[in-house]
């Protein structure tokens, strides 16, 4: 997942203005500007979000070659990444609850090694269920993981550096959004589907040396309880938000994760021409990071509306003319472009609606996303095994124009954000 932030505000911005909405709940955690800041350890967790992504959206671009050799269907492949998805929901709002006694150098090394032992079983996994617990094993330290990061950050660097330090983590999501796809396609088709789980694993062992090396001790500090989540539910703004995140996201994914048998079994691509798409998506992705952030920045309703608009779109063009090679190159590459609309969009709709729990109310946003991307890739899975590769758009225009229509109605207006985030450069995949 990736998971959504709003990395890139700066001294005017949303961290820093004492009248922001994120003022009073991040500022006391976040590090003096007396503190020195730690940029190997920031670099330790930007390798760590980077082998994360690579490794929760594999199943993607090898999911032909994976299904194939397991003896199972595409649809029960895709379940794949439905596992690590909805252990992530799970583990995003549980993991600092059980663990708020413990330093948090430990919490983050035992996740890296969760995330080295499921690419490990990844690549041994004769049949679905081992392949399975490895994405459950994934799922927990994915979730944990983003559950922490920013709070990890606002102690690693002084406060006048935590945009840098969590702009340069959330590099790592956006260099796997443009690399993961096309080289798991490229590896998948030159060595076989588990080399590309070899190389993720090789970066998450990389990732825990660098992490046991470069993270100082970090006592836990207090962490948002049950009953503030429970609070933070019963708030309507809150609500809308995690229902938009769930109708629009799931649409994402369906289409997303169900991309390569459609450009197989529809388009008739060779491998080398499917791996040229999706790098083709990564880029659109990167930039697509920057130009949402841009247009977020401004108003997250109208950037989750001009993003579920054009996907919703753009999958309609897959269903009517996904036989042709250019209408689907360039329908999925501006599907990556579009998408970066998404993560800061709603992490400023959530934080407006929950200013004075800003930090529980990202947990249920992280929540939110990985429930999306499992519903998604049920929903998608099931059409695809009942209807063929066109399954995946299908569910995507539904589920986006759904979405896109919610936003419009239940979503903020404008209120002078102009001035409170600059362009961002996250990325949420």
Known sequence: MSSPSCSDCTADGLLDDPGSPLADTASPTIAGDDV???????????????????????????????????????????????????????????????????????????????????NALAVVADSLWPLLTARVMLGVALG????????????LVPESKFPRAMSFILTGVSVATVCAAPVGAWMGELWGWRSAFVAAGVVSVITLLAQIFTLPSLPPTANPDLRVLGQLLGRPGVRMALLAVLLVISGHFAGFTYLRPLMENVTHLSVGAISAILLAYGIGG?????AGGYLAGRSERTAIVFGGTLIALLAIGLLLAGHS???????????????????????????????????????????????????????????????????????AVVMMTLGTLLTLRHGPRPANLADEALPSRTGFH
Request: proline content about 4%; overall charge neutral.
């Open 325 to 395: 090679m250019i209408v689907t190159a360039v329908a999925i590459a501006l599907w990556g472009f579009a998408f970066g609309a998404f993560p800061v969009g709603f992490q400023i709709w959530i934080i407006r609606a929950a200013p004075d729990q800003a930090e529980g109310a990202g947990g249920l946003l992280v929540a939110a996303f990985q429930i999306a991307i499992a519903t998604g890739a049920i929903g998608g899975g099931l059409l695809v095994d009942h209807v063929g590769a066109i399954g995946g758009p299908l569910f």
């Open 144 to 155: 944990g993981f983003w559950s922490m990061a920013a709070a990890l950050a606002m102690r």
């Open 286 to 290: 990167f930039f697509g990071n920057f």
């Open 36 to 118: 020195p800041a730690r940029w190997a350890a920031v670099g330790a967790l930007a390798l760590g979000v980077f082998g994360l992504v690579t490794a929760e959206f594999l199943p993607a671009s090898l999911l032909t070659a994976l299904a194939s050799d397991l003896s199972i269907s595409e649809g029960a492949a895709g379940q794949t990444v439905t596992a690590t998805a909805l252990i992530g929901a799970i583990a995003a709002p549980s993991i600092p609850l059980l663990t708020r006694r413990i330093d948090r150098k430990h919490v983050m090394l035992a996740l890296t090694t969760l995330l080295v032992l499921s």
